[in-house]
C-alpha cells in the first residue's frame, strides 16, 4: 500500500489511519447560511452507459491505500450530469469517452482526505471547514478512454498524484500526453465547467454555488 508516495508497512501507522477515518465519520460538517437549491442528485451512467466508472475510493488504489467508498458509484447534481453527458456525447466523433474516478463526495470523506494529508500537499485536498464543490455534487474527477480500445489514455501525471505534473498547464510529459489532457479540458469548458489549478482531473460546475454541502451516504440517495 502506498500514501503520498511512501511505501507504508507499519501497522501503526494503518491505525492512525483508521481512526482518523471513524472521526471523520462522526463529525457534522459546517451549518451553512442561505439559500440553496434543492439537491438533486443523480447517477451518471443511468443518463449515458457508455461514461465509464473507474471509482478508485472504492478500491485500495488511491492514495489513502484503502477504500473509503462501500459503491462504485458516481453522482452529480443533475444540471452538472446533462453537461456531462453532453461532453462525452462530444468526444464520441473524436474516438473518446470520459472515465470518471469521482462525483459527489460525502463530507466525511473530504475531512479525512485532510486530516490524514501533511501540511505541505494540503492544496491537493479540500479544506473541510469550508466544504469541497465535491460535497455539493458539483465537481467531477475524470480522464478519456480510448473507444476502439477501452484503455484510459495516458496523460502527463497520474490521478491523484500529488506533484507539478498535475497541474493543468505542467510543461512536461510527451506531447501526446498534452494534447489529451488539454482536448479533456476544452469540451469540459466549453460545457460550463472548470479546470481546478493543481489537478487537470478536477473540473468544478458553473452553479456550485447554488447547492449545500451534503454528508449524504450513496446508498441513501434516491
Known sequence: MKSFGIK????????????????????????EKGTFKESDLVELIRLDSTIKLDIRYATNNNFTGRPVYKEA??????????????????L????????IFDGY??????KFFWDITPKEKKKFVADPGKGSRHNRG???DLSLYDLASG??????????????????????????QRRMRDLLRSNMEANGFTVYKFEWWHFDYKDWRSYR????QFKDIH
Open 138 to 140: 458539483c465537481a467531477i
Open 105 to 110: 463526495r460525502p463530507w466525511c470523506v473530504t
Open 8 to 31: 507504508l508497512n507499519t501497522d501503526w501507522i494503518l491505525i492512525l489511519i483508521f481512526i482518523f477515518f471513524m472521526e471523520s465519520c462522526t463529525t457534522k460538517p459546517p451549518q
Open 92 to 99: 464520441k466523433p473524436l474516438g473518446y469517452g470520459l472515465v
Open 151 to 176: 484503455k484510459t489514455v495516458q496523460m502527463p501525471g497520474e490521478f491523484d498524484e500529488m506533484s507539478e505534473r498535475s497541474y493543468p498547464d505542467y510543461e512536461g510529459g510527451t506531447e501526446e
Open 213 to 216: 454541502i451534503e454528508n449524504i
Open 73 to 90: 458509484r458516481a453522482f452529480l447534481q443533475r444540471p452538472a450530469a446533462e453537461a456531462l453527458v453532453k461532453v462525452n456525447r462530444d
